[in-house]
């Protein structure tokens, strides 16, 4: 979403499309090709975030919007937890609550079965602390995201997602298991809602240690932008086998390279 779809500010608001944007989820629309947008932010549920880019002039449903949430709460389900301490805001905590298990505040010494690290600037040392009690007492700890960075109009914003779990790490020794992107978890989040296999999907992304790594362990089509966090250069110093399969300057080529292979087609 952010870099690839549309850029605001560093708190994630004041979002505004990208050239060819708009035009592109109507180019998917009118096609009947299913898609989903995912973010790693945490900062709004999903329906908050599909809502938000309603609001832009997206044409989405509320289903249509996944972030790591939606992936954790896949986990968690499969894996029986029950109770998880949570770090971060209503974005992270209600989307937790709605799939059926029982949030955790970070106070105190509390007992969990996970630990979930997201964005969450409100973050203390008695939240530290109360995390760190969890990992002892034996919760597996989780990140949303261990990306350095996010894309914003201003250029790179530091997530908290990283530094969280480093600390945690740090004190415990932990391993971090990380729920967003670019884990195959959420790769299997978008397909499972799209009902189709992971070889079957195409990857849009702008960061060159997300989207595109997380699209080749699928075994996906990767596609990069150069509107977020990396570049033509960025994305040219990645391994060959790792490298995207196609680099486009914006979303706005993108959407003129499909329009010219359907017309092509129907030649």
């Given amino acids: 979403m ?7 500010d560093r708190k994630n608001h004041g979002l505004k499309p990208l050239p060819g944007a708009l035009e592109f989820i109507h180019w998917l629309r009118a096609r009947a090709l299913p898609f989903v947008l995912y973010t790693n932010g945490t900062t709004r549920t999903p329906a908050q975030y599909a809502a938000t880019m309603r609001q832009l002039g997206f044409d989405l449903a509320p289903d249509q919007l996944l972030t790591p949430a939606s992936s954790a709460a896949d986990v968690f389900r499969r894996r029986g937890y029950r109770r998880v301490l949570v770090l971060g805001t209503d974005g992270l905590i209600d989307p937790i609550a709605a799939a059926g298990m029982e949030i955790v505040p970070p106070v105190g010494k509390p007992m969990a079965d996970a630990v979930l690290a997201g964005w969450f600037r409100e973050f ?9 009690h969890a990992v002892w007492g034996g919760a597996r700890l989780y990140s949303c995201s261990q990306s350095l960075y996010f894309a914003t109009a201003d250029g790179r914003a530091i997530g908290t997602s990283r530094a969280i779990s480093a600390m945690i790490r740090d004190l415990t020794g932990a391993r971090v298991s990380i729920v967003g992107k670019p884990s195959l978890d959420a ?5 499972h809602r799209l009902g189709v296999k992971l070889r ?4 849009i992304g702008d960061d060159p240690s997300l989207e595109i790594p997380m699209a080749h ?9 150069n509107t977020g966090i990396g570049d033509t250069d960025a994305f040219a110093q990645l391994p060959p086998a790792k490298r995207p399969h196609i680099t486009v300057n914006g979303i706005d080529e993108l959407l003129a390279l499909c329009r010219q292979v359907t017309k092509e087609g129907r030649k």
Avoid: H, P, Y
């Avoid at 362990?217 to 932008?225: K, M």
């Fill in 124 to 132: 203390t040392m008695d939240n530290l602390e109360a995390a760190c």
């Fill in 187 to 191: 790769l299997r989040s978008a397909g």
């Fill in 2 to 8: 952010d870099g690839t779809l549309v850029l605001g």
């Fill in 217 to 225: 362990r699928g075994g996906a089509l990767a596609i990069a932008v």
């Fill in 200 to 203: 079957e999907l195409a990857v």
